[in-house]
């Protein structure tokens, strides 16, 4: 990155901005582009909201929805290992475009993944938003020399925040479409044989639906394979907890009718980033330690994000953020590898779920139940937000969070979900 931009690389993205004078040159550069996004989310979001009953769940395979973010220059070989442990489909690689120096490396690693399926996270830097030539000839190399080892390419990441070098969605519009056209004017395939390129986009973080309306409603001439999101909600603490009224659950069903109601994209939403931050992880965390939790809130949080955007039936995959990382992966890698408890959680929920069939999610006053069917047993998730028992039945099979097996005859169910399969239920 090229200033004022710097990279920190002990939370794995650019510091904060600190030439204010810029930022307002920037913004005041853009101010007919940020008009059109208030105007757009004024028409698009109501009428989102009314139409959020309307849109019918999909089918979501459990086989492709578990993902984790990995790093192909942070202990590859050891990620290689870890990555076959937790026995999951797929994986997202981050490239930096100011880093095409390392696209062979990137390579070698993927050539070592074979059997998985690989999304690409495309970050960019301010020298290719500007320079859209540049742009293309890099994502030109990346299609060229990627393309037979990458599931899908997601182009462009956080654009919603100045310091990742964009100061407006329009300035995105102008990014995005240049990979489009790239795709469907070099890449586009002649034959059956040939494979298709699959670009996602939008790349929205946190909560701030204004910016995702005005990238999926606007007059460029481009389309989306399938919607981005970077859905945060660490700042609200627990995944069921409200911003504005909207609960975790909420926030998945308001973006997928965005999705389906815009012209421009198919029926495919990805969350291509989330976490929490852990406490005590100075300087690693990439918020301040307000925001951090102790590593079993982690754990808890981590599960319970995924079981409900599975339960939705509206999200196709969920990367976490990500594998090695000290102030919020699976790993800490400091001093030496080691796994947190998150790590065995992980790796629990995938056995568990990769292939299962979601049936159904009750919640009543703040206590869950994730039904669905795997090998033809009923497989019921609990937790609640406020401490309860429950009887052990003799029917039941009951696994920790993190697969011991209980066989207490009453159930302590509350923050740490339980895993309970019910003999002779089908």
Known sequence: MKEPYVWDSY??????????????????????????????????????????????????????????????????????????????????????LWEMDTLDELKEFLLKCKDKKVTLKILQDREHVEDLELLKKD?????????????????????????????????????????YDLKTKKFSPSTKEDKHIKLIGSGVIDFEYHFTAHTLFNFFKYSYDGISSLLYVDRRGAPENEQMGFTLSDKIALLSTMVWLSPKVKQELHITETNWPITGTAPYAPTSEYECVDEESYADFMLRYYLLAFASQQVDSVSWHQLIAPGYGLIDNRDTIKKRSVFTTYKFMVKN????????????????????????????????????????????????????LIKNKTLDIGSSPLYIYIQDAV
């Open 11 to 96: 939370s794995d993205q650019p510091y904060p901005l600190k030439d204010k004078s810029y930022k307002k040159q920037m913004r005041k550069r853009e101010f007919t582009s940020l008009l059109k996004t208030f105007l757009t989310a004024l028409v698009i979001l109501p009428f989102s909201l009314i139409m959020m009953p309307f849109v019918k769940r999909k089918q979501i395979s459990s086989e492709d929805f578990f993902c984790i973010g990995v790093d192909y220059q942070k202990e590859p070989e050891l990620t290689l290992g870890f990555i076959e442990e937790l026995d999951i489909n797929r994986i997202l690689v981050r490239l930096k």
């Open 139 to 179: 994502l030109y190399t990346i299609f060229s020399e990627l393309n037979e080892h990458v599931d899908i390419f997601e182009i462009g990441s956080t654009i919603n925040r100045a310091k990742w070098g964009f100061f407006s969605v329009d300035e995105y519009n102008k990014f995005y479409k240049t990979a």
């Open 353 to 404: 779920l990769k292939n299962a069939q979601f049936l159904r999610l009750d919640i009543k006053r703040g206590y869950y139940i994730l039904q669905c069917l795997v090998d033809n047993t009923i497989l019921q998730i609990h937790w609640s937000l406020k401490p309860t028992t429950l009887n052990n039945e003799d029917f039941f099979t009951v696994y920790s969070r993190d697969g011991k």
